[in-house]
């Protein structure tokens, strides 16, 4: 029999800095109440100078480890799902692999705009019940203020930086994740986009002045596609799980505009208490919203052994996803004498060691002369 696939830990990250809608005012023609009224946003966390989208993965990370026990060695695959990575190539899954030191793990990113965490999620469910992995971690990052442009009031008053980390484990205890859905249409690709930096528009001073490294976006035709998928998806996942939508205990929509999310929760006939939302603290933080909704919605007692808890997302692709989750479903914790617990925190703590000191090695080795160079 296929294994089950089961959150064992989760963990979030969220920069200090806050900016207010108050602070947005003295930056761009907005007002907070508009903000709030079209959107639900009060304020947003902003990363600061030193961080980055691959720092971030690895606060949530290291949290999201610490609550499952688990030793960054025993990971099979880093899934970091992420619009905003640290660079265009390595992945920032594999600057998070070499700094937890998990070297026995797989490491790639996934795009699929503010849905990539649920495509992760699909991802690591698909490894586990198929019996490649034991452990997987699956991380939504974003710095999305570094892709904003400051002076474009459509879209700057919207996003927000953040992380939040999951991890899962295989069981053979029913429950976990039991389906997934996800779904694409590119024929909406130019609804949300950042159109330089990649091949077809390579960085120049002219991209540069235009702003084209930064986020453009049709926000109505969004908000129209949003209002009908993430009803669709959430019907589309309990049919593939064989289950009611009464069944359904608390839903964590992708956190972008509370018009959107009032507007599924109305269509799916769900009471309010039974939709989470965090976005007028955090913005949105797109592929970082769900995984950071699911910390606090578990952190605050939220949900408990047995809950149905439905993820869904949609985003630039067009993409959308959603999961239908057995939450709770207690995975052995093996007791572990203080030694094993000091060592195993000193191993979070100085993960990014070995990595450094291979980093080390390869510099000495292309420091020495090679044989062409004494030719
Ligand atoms: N402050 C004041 N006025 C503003 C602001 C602002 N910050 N932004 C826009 N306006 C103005 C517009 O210029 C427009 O003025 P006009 O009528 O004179 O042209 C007016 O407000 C209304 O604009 P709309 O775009 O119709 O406003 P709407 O009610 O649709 O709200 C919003 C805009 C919030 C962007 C909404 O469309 C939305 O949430 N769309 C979905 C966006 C989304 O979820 N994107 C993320 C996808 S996930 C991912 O992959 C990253």
Same mark, same amino acid.
């Given at each position: 029999?296929?294994?089950?696939?089961?959150?064992?830990?989760?963990?979030?990250?969220?920069?200090?800095?806050?900016?207010?809608?108050?602070?947005?005012? #003295?930056?761009?023609? &907005?007002?907070?109440?508009?903000?709030?009224?079209?959107?639900?946003?009060?304020?947003?966390?902003?990363?600061?100078?030193? *961080?980055?989208?691959?720092?971030?993965? +690895?606060?949530?990370?290291?949290?999201? $480890?610490?609550?499952?026990?688990?030793?960054?060695?025993?990971?099979?695959?880093?899934?970091?799902?992420?619009?905003? /990575?640290?660079?265009? &190539?390595?992945?920032?899954?594999?600057? +998070?692999?070499?700094?937890?030191?998990?070297?026995?793990?797989?490491?790639?990113?996934?795009?699929?705009? =503010?849905?990539?965490?649920?495509?992760?999620?699909?991802?690591?469910?698909?490894?586990?019940?198929?019996?490649?992995?034991?452990?997987?971690?699956?991380?939504?990052?974003?710095?999305?203020?570094?892709?904003? !442009?400051? *002076?474009?009031? !459509? &879209? =700057?008053?919207?996003?927000?930086?953040?992380?939040?980390?999951?991890?899962?484990?295989?069981?053979?205890?029913?429950?976990? +994740?039991?389906? =997934?859905?996800? %779904?694409?249409?590119?024929?909406?690709?130019?609804?949300?986009?950042?159109?330089?930096?990649?091949?077809?528009?390579?960085?120049?001073?002219?991209?540069?002045?235009?702003?084209? #490294?930064?986020?453009?976006?049709?926000?109505?035709? +969004?908000?129209?596609?949003?209002?009908?998928?993430?009803?669709?998806?959430?019907?589309?996942?309990?049919?593939?799980?064989?289950? /009611?939508?009464?069944?359904?205990?608390?839903?964590?929509?992708?956190?972008?505009?509370?018009?959107?999310?009032?507007?599924?929760?109305?269509?799916?006939?769900?009471?309010? *208490?039974?939709?989470?939302?965090?976005?007028?603290?955090?913005?949105?933080?797109?592929?970082?919203?769900?995984?950071?909704?699911? =910390?606090?919605?578990?952190? #605050?007692?939220?949900?408990?052994?047995?809950?149905?808890?439905?993820?869904?997302?949609?985003?630039?692709?067009?993409?959308?996803?959603?999961?239908?989750?057995?939450? %709770?479903?207690?995975? /052995?914790?093996?007791?572990?004498?203080?030694?094993?617990?000091? $060592?195993?925190?000193?191993?979070?703590?100085?993960?990014?060691?070995?990595?450094?000191?291979?980093?080390?090695?390869?510099?000495?080795?292309?420091? $020495?002369?090679?044989?062409?160079?004494?030719?």
């Amino acid at each position: 029999m296929s294994p089950y696939a089961h959150i064992a830990g989760w963990g979030m990250y969220a920069p200090a800095r806050v900016l207010s809608n108050q602070d947005l005012e #003295h930056m761009v023609d &907005t007002t907070d109440e508009w903000i709030r009224s079209r959107t639900g946003i009060v304020e947003r966390r902003i990363a600061g100078e030193k *961080e980055s989208t691959a720092t971030m993965a +690895v606060e949530a990370a290291r949290r999201a $480890l610490a609550r499952a026990h688990l030793s960054p060695r025993q990971l099979d695959a880093i899934i970091v799902a992420t619009i905003s /990575p640290d660079h265009l &190539t390595p992945a920032t899954a594999c600057l +998070v692999q070499a700094a937890l030191g998990a070297d026995k793990a797989a490491a790639f990113d996934v795009s699929a705009g =503010c849905s990539g965490f649920i495509y992760a999620l699909s991802l690591a469910q698909m490894g586990i019940t198929a019996g490649e992995w034991h452990s997987v971690l699956i991380i939504g990052a974003e710095t999305l203020s570094r892709f904003v !442009n400051w *002076e474009d009031r !459509n &879209t =700057c008053v919207l996003f927000g930086d953040g992380a939040g980390a999951l991890v899962l484990t295989a069981s053979d205890q029913p429950g976990g +994740v039991l389906a =997934c859905v996800l %779904g694409a249409d590119g024929s909406g690709a130019d609804l949300l986009v950042i159109p330089a930096g990649g091949s077809r528009m390579p960085a120049s001073p002219a991209t540069l002045e235009q702003h084209a #490294h930064t986020i453009h976006m049709d926000g109505r035709a +969004v908000f129209r596609f949003a209002t009908h998928i993430l009803p669709e998806a959430v019907e589309q996942v309990m049919r593939k799980a064989g289950l /009611p939508l009464t069944a359904i205990d608390m839903v964590i929509p992708h956190q972008a505009n509370m018009r959107i999310i009032e507007a599924a929760r109305k269509k799916l006939r769900l009471p309010e *208490e039974a939709f989470f939302v965090n976005l007028y603290r955090y913005g949105n933080t797109s592929a970082a919203s769900i995984p950071i909704a699911l =910390c606090e919605v578990a952190d #605050h007692g939220l949900i408990n052994d047995g809950s149905l808890v439905v993820l869904v997302g949609f985003g630039a692709g067009l993409t959308w996803g959603a999961a239908a989750v057995r939450w %709770g479903v207690a995975l /052995p914790q093996p007791a572990r004498p203080w030694w094993q617990r000091a $060592l195993y925190i000193a191993r979070l703590a100085f993960g990014r060691l070995p990595a450094f000191l291979r980093r080390l090695l390869y510099r000495l080795w292309q420091a $020495l002369p090679s044989r062409r160079d004494e030719e």
